[in-house]
Each structure stands twice: as C-alpha cells, then as structure tokens.
C-alpha cells in the first residue's frame, strides 16, 4: 500500500473526518455500514454512476457489473453511486473477482446481494442495503471515472476513501498531502492520550498533557 | 427435508428473487434482518394476521401467541405482518416452543423481544425490530393461515419462504416446481462461475464460460 | 453492583419494559442499538443535554466531553440526550477513561464515533449511530444532571436504566422497589415456564403451569 494511503488507513476515519472539517471540507460519509465489522481501508476511488428504477425499466445489457469488477485495479476503492437505492449492484463473484484484481474495498450507496457469500472476498465492503433486489433490467450503468455523489458527498476519481466501522472520509486528491500531515499529527497525539488513560488519568487530564508532548516532539498542529 | 426446499435453501435469496424477476412474480422481501446472521432456510408460511396500537389498546388475552407458536409445525415457517410495527409478537420461550416443535423459522414484519435468547432456539429469525416493547394489549391476533403482507410482499399460507442474509423470496406456492428447477439452474451456473474466477478468469469471461458449460450439460435456462 | 440493580439487569429490558406498562408507565428506548451485542447492565443515570448543529454552530470549548467522561462514577450510566443527531459526543479514549472510572455503560441518543475502539472499554455502549462526524464545533453540553429525553422518554438523574439486546428500559427512581419486585416475579417464573418447555411442554402449557408453581412458592404478581 501506498505510504500515505497506510497513514491514512491507520489514522482511521474519525480522525481523518475531524482533519477535514478544520480544513472546511465536507468529506464524511455516513450511514453505509461494513457488511463484516474489523476491517479499514484507505485508497483511490474507482468512480461508478448508476441509474436505478424498478424492474423492466432498463435493458439487461445495461448492467454490465465487467465494468467496474474487471476494470477497478491494484489498491483502488470501488465506489458506486446508485442513489441510496434498495438495489443490488454486484453480488459475491464480482466481488471475488475485484479481489482478485487486488482491489481495496466496495463503497456502495446503493444496496448488493449474495451477502453471505461477499465475505469471501476477504476485502471491506461497506453498503447502504445488503439484499436480494438483484438490479438486471434496474440497473444501468452510466459511466466510470467520472464525478459522483456518496451520501451527499462529492467523490471525483481519484480522491481517496478511507474507512472503517465508524464510516468513510472523502479526501480531495489535492488535499492527500496536507490531509495525512495533519491526521498523522492527531493519531499520534491521540495515542499518547490512550496510553495516559490506560495509566489513570483523567480524559482531560489525558489530552492536556498528551497534546504538550507530541507538540514538543513534533511542533504544534498546523493547519 | 423436502427436496425442493433443499434445493431453493441451497440456492439462496438473492437467486430466487432473481427467478421470481425473471418469472415476473413481486416476491421479494427486504429490511428484515437476521436477528443472528448465517443460517438459511426454506418452507411453507404459516401465516398470522396482527392488529397493533398503542398499550391498552386490546385486551390481553387477544395477545394469544400460541396460536402460532403451538400450533406451527415442522418445516413451517411462522410468517407474521403486524405492519411493520415497533411491537413485539413474540420472545425467547416462545420461539423455543417452535423450534421444539420443528419450525423452520420466523419472519416477522413487526418486533420480536427476548433478543438475547431468541439465538437459544436454534432456527433462522429474521424480525425488523429486535425490541423489548411487549405486545401484551398492544396486539391483537386476528387470524392464522388466511393471506398476508410482508413487506409490501402478498404471502398465502404454503406459499414457500427462502431466506438468508440477502433477504427473504416468498415463491408462490403455484409456482415452485418451475422456480425451483430455474432457481437450481442458475445456482448451479453460478457454481461454476464462482470456481472460474477463483481460477483467475474476469467476470465477464467466467460468467460467459459457466454459462456455456452449464448449458452443454444441463440444456439451456427456460422460462 | 446494589442488589436491586442486579435483580433489574438479571430480569432483562424486556421483561422490565412489561412491567412498567403493568405500571402505567412510559419507560421504554428502542434505536439505540449495542456498538457490541451480548453485554447487559443496570445503573442510575448521570444525564447529559446536548445541543447540535452544523460544523461550526459553536466554539470549540462549548464540546466539553470532560464533563461527563470525568466526573460520572462508579455504577453510573452515562445518558446523553442528542436530539438523535448525526454528530459524535464522543470516542473511544472518552469511553476508556469513563470506564476507568467505573461507569456502567453508555446510553447516546445521537452518535458516537471511533468505533472500532468503542469496544476496548468493556462496558455496554448503546448509540443511535456509530459516525465518524466530530462533534467538535457541533456540539454544545448544555446540562450535565438535569432531566433529559431520550427517544421521547423522560430520563431523571437517579432513574434506572436497564439494558440488554432488546433494548432499554427507564424505571423511575421512586418505583424502584416495586418495579424490581416485579421483575423478579415474571423472570422467577419465565425461568420455570423455559424449562417446562425445553422438558416438551407447548408454550400455553408451560406458562400455565409456570404461574402456578412461581404462584404457590411466592404467592401472586401484585402491582
């Protein structure tokens, strides 16, 4: 894994969402839960638009999951905007297959099926509904590796998703650098006030002396 | 055992809500949740109508659970719509009496409460509220094995119920000679597809492949 | 753990939860589901009335996680009453430290972030929604100790909370007594009525003759 994407990752979700809003950038996804809990990731997003309506409404040629399951490469996030539908997009081959692929981890706003089996894939996926709605002639797959929308955030091709069983952060490509700087600052400041914790202090305690001492190792948080 | 439960079990939700779509039958069933994830299952609906409002509404003795719980009986899967209210229908003791009796499982478009020991009596339960909201006055039983709806789904009794982790596909009992043989079909080309990409072949291609050699074998998918 | 608010976990929310209706009284939660399923408590409640906003709405210090994190004690439940916002009040290092300290469990009507971290605790955490949104410039302690609501139910400072999987149950600290002398009542005697069953009794048997037996040795449910 890329260096900066593994602090990232490491860094975790909730504090790279707290990095972003000191910058003003509105990159948190919620409600998109990890269909097994334990695991992160931290990578590129390959971008999908999905148009959804109910059976019949497209042909089924227009579901061509190949797209992104043979397409999405070594690292990247499969990300799909299918608008928050109760729809699936893939289910547990394409999955397997994008692993295969070495892709990092799925990110639905829309829904996936086979949810058993999508476990196997041995890599995170996070979506809005796990179910059995399979999407041929719902579906239809507009583009790739274009600008979509994840639970109301934009995600362009490229930004990075980082995530874990508190949600997913969006972080503007343009951003990457200054993003990891500062949330490496806070993982790190914030691992000392666990350990001080774990010792007995208090939590204010804690994050008062915490702070002074990753300050005069590492000079004070800039952002 | 019935074989041709056997065989929707084993081909799983996501497959049969994908026949059903194909057959044009509305079967399939979502936001009922597992109350423990992993187990399948398939059998006939034992189907109970429930009236619900808030405590005091009914007399307690209309609140009568052994109406189904003793009187569902083996491979039946006790299938209740209390439209989709925050209620509890029935708790642990109650779900092991079924079990006891070889209920197959429970779905219920309402709350069960006892979550904890609802895992104790061992068969599938999906429920859309895992609630300690007690039914007692707030429910009235209205009617066992008359036609029902989950989930917008419309379920007559021995119409066959197959879920999983996906969901839940409510085949019509009409039906399930031909869902099933479609059902096995597909399930049994997905087998195969599944071994292909493990194998390191794309999506696309494993699919085209299993789907050549399943048919070589088996003739070609009819509906 | 007080001997009453043992009888009250060891009864169960739901079971607590059915008394209060024999009761009149208003005092069950439901949607705040376990960040960890499996663990049940009872404790006193430390309230917490917290306003929220957007990113911004507030200063930096008017988010004083101290507050509670430092100064609820040993056996006391954290109670926090959000709104139900999407918005952290607070994270894993905040929970360490309370567990630190003794406190029982947590009950967020509102989010909680650093999930994966939540569980090192080893209390029961019960949110709305586990969110990696920051409460920092969204949050503003109001009230530490005063009488909150959380999913519409009035919590007092002193009222007992009770949770398990099930769900939460609210007694209020002058029925005390008599809602565990109730409790204890109906789990003495679903205790025997889960044997009689698991012995092959039907359900309507089992609770018939359950009542009988609990009645003989303990004379009658009085409320």
Known sequence: MHDIH??????????????????????????????????????????????????GTYDPGDFDIARYADHAGAGQVIAIDAGGARVSVAGGIAALASARRGVAAWVVDGGMRDVDELGEAGIPIHVRHGVAVTGRTRVRIERVNGPIVIDGVAVEPKDVLVGDASGIACVPAQRLDRVAAMAGWVAGRDRIAGRLVREGLSFSRAFKEATAEYAALHGPLEN
């Open 6 to 55: 593994e602090r990232l990752r490491s860094a975790g979700a909730s504090t790279v969402c707290a990095v972003l809003d000191m910058l003003g950038v509105a990159g948190t996804i919620t409600g998109l839960p990890a269909i097994r809990p334990g695991a992160s990731f931290a990578g590129p997003a390959f971008t999908v638009q999905a148009s959804t309506g109910p059976l």
